[in-house]
């Protein structure tokens, strides 16, 4: 793992097939970074120390911190697409919309080791610390869990060292949003009476959980003494860019509405006001540098302060009414998470967000002035 100051950190939203516009804006990302470093072969993982994901979020970071290329990442993404979503039989589709095993499959396929045995969390071909969140449905809390070696359930001397399960199943429980794929079963041992001939646990969907947006949380766990990483804040230690799939506007015209159309809206609902909730923490702790007004009373909270722990970025799209009438001429079935109808557009709807809003100032605030930079580092002077 990389050990080199500052510490820059990746935080990727859930949010299905809408993943596509995250992937074009790390495009952008990785353009930046080859351009001021004159490395037209560098990675993603070469720059971030930490990434952390949700869902979507948590395969891209996964693929991030495995060391591909946005490139790779994005064919990988979209050939994969109509396998990971391959519909159940009808006879089962009270259980779940779709099979698990496309996506298992998937990542049994990509997340191995060069002999050919799958990975673990505690693989050496992880290129950076990784986050990812899911959701234990038999507690019902959030399940946070990272490949940090220092950390209190990955002790190897410790019965159930979580640096030993599998990586790919970690992948697919973050993604395991409830009606559309069935739970990922995960053994856990512990040290507890219960845990130590071994507990099937079922996880879930980490967007579930308050940390759909993990930037915050990555953040916290990056430093909290409990999460035995203890990184130094402070803006000339630390840089988090969090990246979202697109906010889609979760209200309603009329007050009326039926019992089945509030149960539909609700969850995603819930979402979209955890994560504004984690990125408001963000801009707030942080020195923001960039992203888009949160509501009409705080603005977009872009500010210096000297007393921040951290540098931090936004980037997100906000659909308006007008956009959501484009996206249903397009396809009838709008913005849900698994209308595969929409890749195309998203490619270009964040393609085009990225050349207009993706700027070197926000991945290296650090190494760049206002006067202009140059590729080696140093601050170009008048």
């Not at 993982?45 to 949700?54: E, L, R």
Request: glycine share 8%.
């Amino acid at each position: 793992m990389k050990n080199s100051e500052p510490k820059n950190l990746l935080a990727l939203d859930g949010g299905g097939i809408r993943g596509v516009f995250t992937i074009e804006v790390l495009r952008g990302i990785e353009s930046q970074l080859r351009e001021f470093h004159g490395r037209p072969e560098m990675v993603l993982s070469d720059h971030f120390h930490y990434v952390g994901g949700t869902s979507t979020g948590a395969i891209i970071g996964t693929l991030v911190s495995w060391g591909l290329t946005v490139d790779e990442i994005s064919r990988l993404y979209v050939e994969q697409s109509p396998i990971m979503f391959k519909r159940q039989k009808w006879s089962q589709r009270l259980q779940s919309k779709f099979v698990e095993t496309g996506l298992s499959d998937f990542f049994k396929t990509i997340f191995v080791e060069d002999d050919g045995q799958l990975a673990k969390l505690g693989t050496e071909k992880l290129k950076t610390f990784l986050l990812v969140v899911t959701r234990n449905a038999k507690t019902g809390s959030a399940w946070p869990i990272t490949n940090n070696p220092n950390a209190k359930f990955n002790d190897k001397s410790q019965p159930g060292c979580n640096l030993d399960l599998p990586l790919w199943q970690l992948v697919r429980a973050s993604t395991a949003a409830p009606t559309y794929f069935p739970p990922e079963v995960v053994t856990i041992y512990g040290e507890e009476s219960d845990y130590r001939e071994g507990v099937e646990c079922a996880f879930e969907d980490g967007g579930v959980t308050p940390y759909n947006n993990p930037a915050y949380l990555l953040f916290l766990k990056a430093t909290m003494p409990e999460y035995r990483m203890c990184w130094e804040s402070g803006i000339d230690k630390m840089n988090l860019i969090s990246i979202g799939t697109g906010t889609v506007p979760t209200g309603r015209d009329s007050m009326k509405s039926s019992l089945l159309d509030t149960a539909r809206r609700l969850p995603e609902s819930l979402i979209v006001s955890f994560q504004k909730y984690q990125d408001m923490l963000c801009r707030n702790h942080g020195a923001c540098l960039f992203g888009p007004a949160l509501d009409g009373e705080v603005g977009d909270m872009v500010r210096q302060s000297e007393s921040a722990d951290f540098n931090y970025s936004r980037y997100d799209y906000h659909y308006s009414t007008a956009d959501l009438e484009y996206v249903k001429s397009i396809s009838k079935r709008g913005l849900q998470l698994d209308n595969l109808d929409l890749i195309e557009y998203l490619q270009n709807l964040g393609a085009k967000y990225a050349r207009e809003n993706v700027k070197l100032n926000h991945i290296i605030p650090q190494s760049v002035s206002a006067q202009g930079d140059r590729k080696d580092g140093t601050v170009a002077t008048s």
